[in-house]
């Protein structure tokens, strides 16, 4: 599972181009701030290729590799209705990386002493028990790699995606409670837990609820304290604020080229919420990686676990290909683990590539599905 769909469907054109004046940011972060990169000529190609086949306004792509110098490349337009030119320090919604963010977040409780993975929903979360069926054997490790069998609500029919887009202020000012209520509770498991995989943002929710249970700290203070801190992320953040400096997220509605603006649909999903809510840079995307599997923020036997995909017989030749936050990605450069994040608005990817120990992010502000296989060109 390498990216879920919002499929929405506007159905008051202006509400969609809706906009606020993005403010001005301090500091450097000039679209050529990396052109005397030895192969800036051929990147920089490759991302304009890129953003012209998804039919994106803009895109950018980073590129870490031990020993050789960072290059980052912008191209297009944040903006639409500003015309504003994509920049290297732009902030934007990764969508599920945020997933990767909220199991280390997990893991260092665990670290910690203050969790087990197989403690049990029911446990972690006591009045869970009469709420979602076999909370008593649904376990935290469960919830982390989408074994629980909890149903994904985006992806469970129509209603919670036209809630997105017919009432999206309220949608984003429900809690992770009033929406576990509202989609989630009282509803018969896909499968017995355990047995299977099925991706579900909903897993997410509940880890947000138990995170905050066990710290008693907003999730955000506790990605501050665990990631953010430590590594110096000075622009990343989970919890909602002004985002008038967001990259703006577009989407072809009707299928015939023209691009309306629906960061509010963006918003209302996830700004605040565990299953997809950070806004970042790239830089900090990649500090963040480099971070995890530099030995930085967990423990090598808790990134190994991380990294470790479930088997199953249901899952395609026995592997789910999904750890515990964590896809595992079988690309022509080699097996990479990381994320795939992606709304209506937007697509992201975030990829650790284990032979060269590489880190490839590339974002666009098109929530299309996209072909990703220049990385396997980028990342030999």
């Known amino acids: 599972m390498k990216q879920t769909y919002l499929l929405l469907f506007c159905p008051l054109v202006i509400a969609c181009q809706t906009q606020d004046v993005p403010q001005q940011q301090a500091g450097t972060c000039a679209p050529d701030a990396y052109a005397q990169h030895p192969a800036h000529q051929t990147y920089q190609a490759e991302l304009v290729q890129y953003r ?6 803009g895109s950018v792509m980073r590129i870490v590799r031990p020993g050789e110098a960072i290059w980052q490349g912008v191209a297009g337009q944040s903006n ?6 994509m920049r290297n320090c732009d902030q934007f919604r990764v969508g599920s990386i945020t997933k990767m963010f909220v199991a280390v977040a997990v893991m260092k409780l665990r670290e910690q002493g203050k969790l087990s993975l197989d403690e049990k929903l029911a446990q972690a979360l006591p009045g869970m028990a009469g709420k979602i069926p076999q909370a008593t054997q649904i376990t935290i490790r469960q919830l982390l790699s989408h074994t629980s069998g909890i149903i994904d609500p985006p992806n469970a029919g129509m209603t919670y995606q036209l809630n997105i887009v017919s ?32 991706y579900s943002n909903a897993n997410y929710w509940i880890l947000q609820q138990i995170i905050e249970s066990k710290t008693g700290k907003p999730l955000q203070s506790v990605l501050s304290e665990v990631i953010f801190g430590p590594l110096q992320l000075n622009n990343t953040y989970l919890e909602r604020r ?6 703006r997220g577009y989407a072809d509605l009707y299928g015939n080229g023209t691009l309306f603006d629906v960061s509010s649909w963006d918003r209302a999903e996830d700004d605040g919420k565990a299953a997809g809510g950070i806004i970042s840079t790239a ?36 592997d789910c290909e999904y750890g515990l936050g964590m896809e595992k990605w079988f690309t022509g450069a080699g097996i990479a683990y990381g994320h795939n994040g992606g709304s209506v608005g937007f697509e992201a990817n975030l990829l650790y590539f284990v032979e ?25």
């Open 356 to 380: 060269n120990k590489g880190i490839f992010m590339l974002y666009k502000n098109n929530g299309n599905g996209s072909d990703k296989r220049l990385m396997d060109r980028l990342m030999k």
């Open 283 to 318: 830089a900090d995307l990649t500090t963040f990686l480099s971070g995890l599997f530099g030995g930085k923020l967990l423990s090598a036997a808790s990134v190994s676990e991380m990294i470790d995909s479930v088997k199953l017989p249901a899952c395609p030749n026995g």
């Open 80 to 85: 639409l209705e500003h015309q504003t030119a």
């Open 167 to 198: 009432q999206a202020a309220a949608h984003y000012n429900k809690t992770i409670d009033q929406l576990l209520t509202e989609y989630v509770y009282g509803k018969p498991l896909q499968f017995a837990p355990g047995t299977g995989f099925s």
């Open 52 to 57: 012209l086949a998804t039919h994106a306004p």
């Open 242 to 247: 002004d985002d008038r400096n967001v990259v």
